[in-house]
């Protein structure tokens, strides 16, 4: 007589089947409710097992960490032996929410899914019995039978680099939760120390906070449609991305409690209502789209304005108007825009960038070898203090310019708020030609002060009292031109505030921490 075989038996006999069926595994092995699948839960779970990498930018209460912990169990229990790893920017991401899944999904199984489950790691190491029958390869990959989760906080990001090496095996699943939060450094090192093969797969998942930070990169798609939409798309770096908005829900969509803990249309509607349905609080927390703008920038609004009233795109040389250059130099940085002034308009047609130290003469180089004819070239105060050049010969960056010919002239004092806030009341004037600026539109979007992460989090953001410094040097040049214009002259002509000088000449070690960030705007 044939032994008849036990459900949980058939169970373990379909493991190898439920490797293209996460879904099926969710809601036979695990205890997820055939009628709590929705859509966009599927396209992740189907996401990861047919794809490399999985980038999800997802609104709120849209149970992205929920479908991540089934992801990890799922990925954990049917490939073996493999490897996951789970981060998250702060510890209460890892242990309090995403691992909080884990545990509830692995408590809920229908079957033992084995192994030894602590807060923060699940172990799957077969008995030593069963290791000494195993040949010493196949050994040493499932001494790495085990999935676990640690933080990556930016305060101590040299040491939670080391954290992300080293890890290898068969199969092997990253899974990085709240993703903007993390630190470029845990980033780079994940993508280029673990995912080091097509078995190796990556799952990047978050609110889309930061239209700066390396999952916006993965995410972007030169096709403008794609970025600002709902459906599925493969970015330029090759990532499948998948947009999770709160209207997508079925909370939303029928105007009641399918699913608990869901969205609901009565909170989408009171976001909406409060902060207007452009608003990138809505894009955000709703949509889950990237923001126009950074968050905690100087300018990011400014430019996001300039945008959407055409202020941005194809505004060229005019060739009968003087151009006008305005520069931050150093030894090591050169930033340089050009500008012209056209009939109360301030025209941004170009720029230039040097982050290898190639000096002045590379500079004089640049400018002669451009078309423009020039009408004066303005650089910070500092200069004319002879606090800057060369050492070595005792020359200025002023004496050194001239002997290349450039008459450089140094703008009126003023302090660092000062500067910022010429710089906000000229923006409006701004016309910006996008193909020749783009190092300028860049430090426009992001240049702010350095978000603190460690005491930040989604209720309130926290600012370092300095400036961060990518793109410091094209923002100051930007800051010159706004002071010049306002209180001084151009070709001859007072074209600001005639009269008028900043409230605060203090210059040099000035860097202020005035409340000028456009923060939430």
């Not at 997820?32 to 839960?41: A, D, F, G, I, S």
């Not at 849209?62 to 169990?73: D, E, H, I, W, Y």
């Amino acid at each position: 007589m044939v032994k008849a075989l036990s459900d949980t038996e058939l169970i373990y006999n379909k493991m190898q089947e439920y490797k293209q069926d996460p879904v099926g595994f969710c809601t036979k092995v695990l205890s997820l409710k055939p009628e709590y699948v929705w859509r966009k839960m599927v396209n992740i779970m189907t996401s990861v097992r047919d794809n490399q990498f999985t980038a999800v930018r997802a609104a709120h209460s849209v149970s992205k960490t929920f479908s991540l912990g089934r992801v990890a169990v799922w990925f954990k229990t049917c490939f073996q032996p493999s490897t996951v790893i789970t981060t998250a920017p702060n510890d209460n991401l890892v242990r309090n929410q995403l691992w909080r899944e884990i545990h509830a999904a692995y408590a809920g199984a229908k079957i033992p899914l084995g192994g030894k489950m602590t807060s923060l790691q699940w172990d799957v190491k077969p008995s030593k019995e069963v290791l000494e029958t195993l040949s010493p390869e196949v050994r040493e990959a499932f001494e790495k039978n085990f999935a676990i989760g640690f933080s990556t906080s930016p305060d101590a990001s040299a040491e939670n680099a080391t954290k992300m090496q080293g890890w290898h095996n068969v199969e092997l699943l990253l899974l990085l939760d709240e993703v903007c939060g993390l630190h470029p450094i845990i980033w780079k090192t994940g993508m280029i120390s673990l995912i080091t093969n097509e078995r190796c797969k990556v799952v990047a998942i978050g609110n889309p906070t930061d239209p700066e930070c390396d999952f916006a990169r993965a995410c972007h798609s030169s096709d403008p449609d794609k970025n600002e939409g709902n459906e599925t798309y493969i970015s330029d770096e090759g990532w499948t991305v998948i947009t999770i908005s709160a209207k997508d829900t079925p909370n939303y969509k029928q105007n009641k409690e399918v699913i608990p803990g869901l969205a609901s249309r009565q909170w989408v509607d009171r976001l909406v209502n409060q902060y207007g349905e452009k608003s990138d609080t809505v894009r955000m927390r709703i949509l889950g789209l990237f923001p126009t703008h950074k968050e905690g920038t100087y300018y990011g609004a400014k430019l996001a304005k300039a945008r959407k009233e055409g202020r941005v795109g194809n505004y060229g040389w005019v060739d009968s108007a003087a151009v006008y250059t305005f520069m931050d130099t150093g030894d090591v940085w050169t930033a340089v825009i050009f500008a012209q002034f056209l009939r109360g308009r301030i025209r941004i047609i170009d720029d230039y960038f040097d982050n290898e130290g190639l000096g002045l003469p590379n500079l004089a180089n640049v400018l002669q070898g451009k078309p423009y004819v020039y009408g004066g070239y303005f650089v910070g105060p500092e200069l004319k203090y002879g606090t800057s050049g060369k050492f070595q010969t005792g020359k200025t960056t002023l004496d050194l310019a001239a002997e290349l010919k450039l008459h450089l002239q140094s703008i009126p004092d003023h302090s660092f708020d000062d500067g910022i806030e010429a710089g906000r009341s000229v923006f409006n004037q701004l016309e910006i030609n996008e193909d020749g600026s783009v190092t300028f539109i860049k430090a426009m979007s992001g240049y702010g002060k350095k978000k603190n992460m460690a005491l930040s989090n989604d209720e309130t953001t926290i600012y370092h009292d300095t400036p961060a410094k990518p793109h410091r040097h094209m923002a100051d040049a930007f800051r010159h031109l706004a002071v010049q214009y306002l209180y001084g002259e151009i070709g001859g002509e007072n074209l600001g505030w005639p009269g008028a000088t900043p409230t605060r000449k203090s210059y040099v070690g000035d860097r202020g921490v005035g409340d000028l960030l456009e923060v939430g705007s």
